[in-house]
Every structure is written in C-alpha cells, then in structure tokens.
C-alpha cells in the first residue's frame, strides 16, 4: 500500500480543511449495468403479458371477481384458517410435550412429528377422506368398555373437516418443531428468574417465554401459514371448492385455461401480500424492547415525507 | 431483632458425581447482611441457589423465618413440596441475579410489577403504586417507561433490585450482583445495597468486593471446595483470618 501523504503535510492540512474536505461516494459502474439490463428485461415481460392475446385478459376481468370463484377463495380462506388455527394450538402442545419432564409425553411428541413430517399431505388426506372405510362408527365412553353413544364417521367428518383436520394435523408437526425454537431460543436465565419471583408456571410461559420466543417462531411460521395458502390447493383432490379446483372445473368447462390459471394466481398473490403485510407489523409489535429504537413502518415514513414537503 | 432468619443445616449438593456442597451450616439473624467470599467454584452461587429451592439440596435442610424451604416434614421423611407451593414460597425470597435477568421484552416498571400481581395477586394500581416507589428508590423513577436494553447495566441491575424488593420479602439473596457490570458502574449498584442493609434488610451478598464486605458485613462466611471454611465478623476474618486458605485468597484478592 502505498500512499501520498506524508505525515508532515496531513497534519497541517488537516488544520486547515478538515471540516472543508468534501466526501465523494465511491462509483459503481457493474451496478448500473445491471440495473439497465433488470430494466430492459422487465420492459420486455410487460410487453410480452400485455401483447400476447393468448394470456386473454379480458376473460381474466370477467372470472376474477365471478361468484364462484370468490367463494373458493372464502373456502381457501377458512382452510388456511383453520388449518394454521388449529395447527399451531396442536403444534404448542406437542412443543410443551416436547421439552416436558416426562419421558412418556416427550416420545409421544416426538413420534407424532416423526410420523406426520414422514406422511406426504395428499396422502394424510386421503386418508382422513376414507377414514369411514376404516372405523364407520366413532363411539365415545369408557376406554375399552361400554359406549355411551356413538355417531356414523361419515356425518361427523364431512369433507371440510377431513380437509381441514388433514391441513392441521400435518401443519402441526411443523408447527410443533417451529414453536419448540422458539422455546430453545429464550435464554433459560428468563425461566429461572421468573421462578425465582414466584410468577405462576402457566404464566411463566404465557406472559415470559411465548413473547420473547414468538420473536423467532414468527418469521418461519409466516412461511408455514402462506405455505398452508398454496397448501389448501391439495385439497382439490376431495372434490372441495376451493381456488384451485373452482378455476380447474370453469376451463375444464370453457377452454380457457391460461387466463383462469391467472385467475388462481392474482388471488394467491393478493392472499399472500396481506399476510405479508400483516407479518411485518406482527414482527414490529414482538421486537418491543428487542430494539432500543424501533424503525418507523411505511405507513409513518409516508406521512413524514408528506409532512416534509408540504 | 436477633432471631434466626435463614437457618442452613447441613447442607450437601451434588451435580452427578460432583459435591458442589458437602455439609454447609449457616445461620443468618434477621436484619443482619451475610457476605459469603470464596474463590469461584468453591460452592458460593449453589448455596444461594438452594436457598430459595432453584437447586434442590442432595441432603440436609434449609429454613426461612422457620419454614423448611421446598419440603414438608412427616416425622423423619422430608416431602417435596409441588411446583406451586415451592413458587409461593419463593415469594419470600427476593433473587438478584449476576446476569440481570430482567424481562427484556417488558418495561421497568412492568418488570417490578409482574410478580405482585400474578404471583401475590395483590391489585395491579397498588402493585404500580409500590413499583414506582421502589424504582425512586433505587434512583430510576424517570426510567419507569424504559425496556431493560435501553438501561446501562447498573441501571438494569438497579432494576432488579426493585423487582426482588417488589415482592416484599424476607431475605434478599445477591449472587455477585456486580461482577457482570464495568468497573465504574460497580459503585451505584453498592450504594443501593448498602442503603437496603442500614435499613436492616436481611441479606446474604455473594461478591468479590471486599471493600463493600468490610462495610456492610456483619459476617463474612469464607467458603472453599464446597464447604465454609471460617465465619466471623468482617475485621476478624478479612484482617486476621484463620485458615491458611482465607489467608491465600484474600492475599490474591487484595
């Protein structure tokens, strides 16, 4: 390294200019070409979906509010629902089992997870669909004694709850290891001291552990939950109304498919975008105290620029 | 004022093959400050930890005000007691800890109200009422609003003070409440304890401060390879200690 600067000479001009001297940012050419090229070929992907009539965006207008596509979305809606819902209570469960004194709860937890991560969904979900094939009567009483009154597995799972069922079941595994990181990841330090001051055991995982844990579970069980929005589209194989089956049966029905596919797709990119959304201001609300400072959201970064102009 | 608040009766603790405590007995009056020295390893931090039942005792047993601490007695059997009313016990110990261990995701104030509310069930308005007194009196009252991170370690240790104090309890335990803290931020965290000890709170001080030992002390324990070694007043064992030990320790101290 060679320099230009004698010490002599820095010194007395740094007296002089210091606070002068003006700060140019490096140049970086490599990055400006990329970004031209980014740019051609983004023109080049618009111009490709607005001129070709063989995406037909006219027939996109007509089904993408059309009534019955909009209650399959509702029903892919509520599967998500009930799927991530119920996935993550089950899920909570197995994680406490999980790291549970108690060898029993720990191997039944573990097994569980083994078994369902093991399974692939399409086929739990057969499964749950069939599930009157295997036990066509479920009764309820005294383990291995007399019932005290039993009901026909067909009424009792109907196929939105075999669906759902088969979503939650499977998301739970997931779930279950995801909130279990979560746990891993709070410093036993907080446990203790919230054992030392007495606190509630109960509370000391509601009101000590979970909010400081949910600061890891969230960002990969925001993945799981608009993995469970593509996920529901399993389900079509149950003849089950939502998105993906509602889109199939209209171009089965007209022909056109390329346009309802398009269809399926803005509305999964809508439903994802909103639980993007909803991710970040659920990030910002766990992350009080794990900041010293918390950085603005949009919404106030707009406003103060709006401010600044005006 | 001379009653025998903590009573520890031959106390043994073993991590697997480990004796971390081999026969501890230690008598604390009430209103009186215990300081406990020792080399780190020697079985300082375990012995508090068994106090208030965060380690169980191998052998041996552990009284507050008279109460057996984590077990009821049945003749000559010593039940354990269950989760929930080894928790109520502890609400009578008050627990500093070297690390802090403040709540980060909850406000200073929130943190000294905590375990009032959910652990006492005393109102909240009152529990906040006595949280914000107790913060004045560490010198944090402006600070009620701040979470633990946005607070110097002093501070945060000052903190816990206040939400060990909260609880209203019986004897105050320090497991080397100063040793994570940098060196000028050391003196505010004494000063606190040594104005809890002229109000003649019950406590037991692990520390590596001498200085604060010879002030506040009524007894020192000198602890080594699990065992208490010599107890006395502060002049008699910082300036004339006994065992060859004390002598070796407090040589490399000074």
Redesign the interface.
């Known amino acids: 390294m060679t320099s230009d600067l004698r010490p002599a000479e820095t010194a007395a001009e740094t007296e002089f200019d210091a606070a002068s001297l003006k700060i140019v940012p490096a140049r970086h050419p490599l990055r400006w070409f990329a970004t031209a090229v980014v740019l051609v070929l983004v023109a080049m992907a618009g111009h490709a979906l607005i001129t070709n009539k063989a995406w037909d965006w006219p027939t996109f207008g007509a089904f993408l509010f059309q009534k019955s596509v909009l209650s399959a979305v509702a029903l892919t809606v509520e599967l998500t629902l009930f799927g991530v819902v119920a996935g993550f209570v089950l899920g909570t469960v197995l994680a406490l089992m999980r790291v549970s004194r108690s060898p029993l709860l720990r191997a039944v937890s573990w097994t569980y997870t083994w078994v369902f991560r093991s399974v692939p969904l399409i086929l739990q979900l057969l499964f749950w669909y069939n599930l009157a094939i295997l036990y066509n009567q479920l009764s309820f009483g005294v383990p291995f004694g007399p019932s005290f009154f039993a009901v026909d597995t067909m009424s009792l799972i109907p196929p939105f709850f075999a669906a759902g069922l088969g979503l939650a079941l499977h998301q739970a595994a997931y779930a279950g290891e995801i909130v279990r990181a979560g746990f891993l990841s709070v410093d036993a330090g907080q446990r203790e001291a919230a054992a030392a001051l007495g606190i509630p055991t109960h509370r000391q995982i509601r009101k000590i552990v979970l909010p400081q844990a949910m600061r890891s579970i969230i960002p990969t069980a925001a993945n799981e939950i608009i993995g469970m929005v593509k996920g529901t589209s399993v389900v079509y194989i149950m003849a089950l109304p939502e998105l993906f089956y509602q889109v199939q049966v209209i171009y089965t029905r007209n022909g056109r498919v390329i346009p309802l596919l398009l269809v399926a797709t803005a509305w999964y990119l809508a439903l994802t975008t909103v639980l993007s959304v909803a991710q970040y201001y659920v990030e910002r609300r766990y992350s009080r105290g794990a900041l010293r400072t918390l950085a603005p959201t949009p919404l106030q970064r707009a406003r103060r620029a709006l401010r600044q102009v005006t | 004022m001379s009653g025998v608040m903590v009573d520890i009766r031959s106390v043994h603790k073993s991590f697997g093959l480990f004796q971390a405590l081999r026969g501890v007995d230690l008598q604390v009056r009430t209103g009186e400050v215990t300081v406990i020295l020792g080399p780190s390893g020697s079985g300082k931090s375990t012995l508090l930890r068994t106090i ?1 039942h ?1 380690d169980k005792v191998t052998s041996g047993f552990i009284t507050i005000d008279g109460e057996l601490m984590g077990y009821r007695r049945a003749g000559d059997r010593l039940h354990e007691l269950k ?2 009313e080894i ?5 009578s ?1 008050g ?1 500093v ?1 070297q ?1 802090f ?7 200073a104030l929130e943190n000294v109200v ?2 009032p509310v ?3 069930r005393r109102p909240r308005a009152e529990a906040v009422e006595t949280a914000k007194d107790l913060l004045c009196r560490v010198g944090l009252e402006e600070k009620a609003d701040a ?4 607070l110097s370690g002093g501070q945060q240790q000052r903190v816990a003070i206040a ?2 104090l909260a ?1 209203r309890p019986k004897v105050l335990l320090f497991d080397e409440p100063t040793s994570a803290l940098d060196p000028e931020l050391v003196g505010e965290v004494l000063d606190v304890i040594k104005n809890l000890a002229r109000t003649g709170t019950t406590m037991i001080v692990v520390t590596h401060e001498l200085g604060f030992a010879r002030e506040v002390a009524d007894t020192i324990a000198f602890m080594d390879g699990g065992l208490i070694l010599e107890q006395g007043p502060p002049a008699e064992v910082l300036d004339h200690p006994r065992h060859e030990r004390t002598r070796a320790f407090l040589s490399k101290v000074l």
């Open positions: 208030n965060l989760e929930r928790l109520k016990q502890r609400t110990v627990f800890f690390s261990n403040l709540f980060p995701h909850l406000t905590e375990a959910s652990a006492q979470y633990p991170r946005q939400r060990a609880l």
